[in-house]
């Protein structure tokens, strides 16, 4: 089954503790990036990868980092977690950005909470 | 810079009520403009889209049109279920990114 799988899915922590979110996909999709989900907000793009060791900053990319070793992989690492980065993030992926006719495909999505 | 915007929710049907959701853009250009929808606990998942200019989207009874002269891509449906109960969001291709708007729950009573 086609699919971004993001884990974990719910994750309580605490500031300053450094965290990793994985998101994996199985499609062979050349395209990866993070949104972060916040009410009245929308979804805001933290950073995107075009293809392997090919990354680069969205919107909202202070305090984030990434990185795409693999196609299939594309973590969302948080150095050192401060309570405004409470949110629910959301992995992406598509054959390609620029090809409205390649949807993406978006995983269930991660809630993290930073006390 | 481009931008969407969405009417307020939450949005409260009887189910087979008529459902519209006001949407408008401000963009360079003409993007690509879509509809997603996002159910309890799930991430968002591609409800229609259109990539030009009086294109008309549909899938699962839903409908859109991309309105130029308005700037607007409003998400109709002539008779909701209560299974459509969800968060919608529009969108419009930006670069490498969408760029959302900020959502509208919509709750279908039986």
């Known amino acids: 089954e086609a699919q971004v799988t993001q884990n974990p899915r719910y994750l309580i922590t605490v500031t300053g503790k450094k965290l990793t979110v994985t998101c994996s996909q199985n499609?062979?999709?050349?395209?990866m990036s993070w949104y972060r989900q916040d009410p009245g907000l929308g979804l805001r793009q933290i950073y995107y990868?075009?293809?392997?060791?090919?990354?680069d900053k969205g919107d909202v990319p202070e305090g984030y980092k990434v990185s795409r070793k693999e196609k299939r992989n594309f973590p969302l690492i948080l150095e050192s977690p401060s309570p405004n980065q409470t949110s629910l993030y959301f992995c992406?992926?598509?054959?390609?950005?620029?090809?409205?006719?390649?949807?993406?495909?978006f995983g269930d999505g991660t809630r993290l909470s930073i006390l | 810079g481009d931008s969407v915007t969405q009417m307020e929710g939450p949005v409260t049907l009887s189910e087979e009520a008529f459902l519209t959701i006001n949407c408008t853009y401000t963009?360079?250009?003409?993007?690509?403009l879509f509809w997603y929808v996002q159910y309890p606990g799930e991430g968002l998942q591609l409800l229609l889209k259109?990539?030009?200019?009086?294109d008309k989207g549909s899938n699962k009874g839903f409908e859109a049109t991309y309105r130029k002269e308005t700037t607007s891509f409003h998400l109709e449906k002539g008779s909701v279920q209560v299974s459509d109960s969800a968060v919608y969001f529009c969108?419009?291709?930006?670069?490498?990114?969408?760029?959302f708007g900020s959502g509208t729950r919509l709750l279908v009573r039986p």
């Open positions: 992406a992926s598509s054959f390609s950005v620029l090809d409205s006719n390649q949807p993406q495909h």
């Open positions: 499609m062979n999709h050349e395209y």
């Open positions: 990868s075009m293809n392997v060791e090919v990354t």
């Open positions: 963009a360079t250009g003409y993007p690509s």
């Open positions: 259109a990539t030009k200019a009086d």
């Open positions: 969108a419009l291709q930006s670069s490498y990114k969408l760029i």
